[in-house]
């Protein structure tokens, strides 16, 4: 991986050993394959890797979440929203949308849409 999650919002956490570990997580090629799958198929990003995030239990679902918890959980789903979106940039692929609802997932009530990036020819 030869760049880094750029966010001032998300630095104090991005700098954990958690939030380390969720970016490398994202930048591995299965993750990023799963994340151009999901996009490709214009469904949102995160729920490509939604499964193999709660199977890695780097993130418990939602319903398992206490309330003096909270508040840090929905910090980092922020952050893996703001690191998805850098991913997919990255690879080739540009934001479409947000606030797409998600009912079926565990984790997330909303999230992003990206669609591969169409180089202009001139």
Not at 10 to 26: A, D, R, S, V
Request: aromatic share 10%; net charge neutral.
């Amino acid at each position: 991986m030869s760049y880094n999650f750029q966010s001032k919002n998300f630095k104090e956490l991005f700098e954990t050993p958690y939030g380390q570990e969720l970016w490398n997580f994202l930048n591995t090629e299965a993750s990023i394959c799963r994340l151009q799958t999901a996009s490709d198929l214009r469904k949102p990003a995160l729920l490509g890797i939604e499964k193999h995030l709660l199977k890695a239990e780097l993130i418990d679902p939602s319903s398992s979440v206490s309330h003096e918890d909270k508040a840090l959980y929905d910090r980092t789903k922020q952050m893996l929203g703001a690191m998805v979106r850098q991913v997919l940039e990255h690879n080739g692929y540009e934001f479409e949308t947000d606030n797409v609802r998600t009912p079926t997932s565990k984790i997330f009530k909303t999230a992003s849409l990206y669609r591969e990036a169409i180089s202009n020819p001139n």
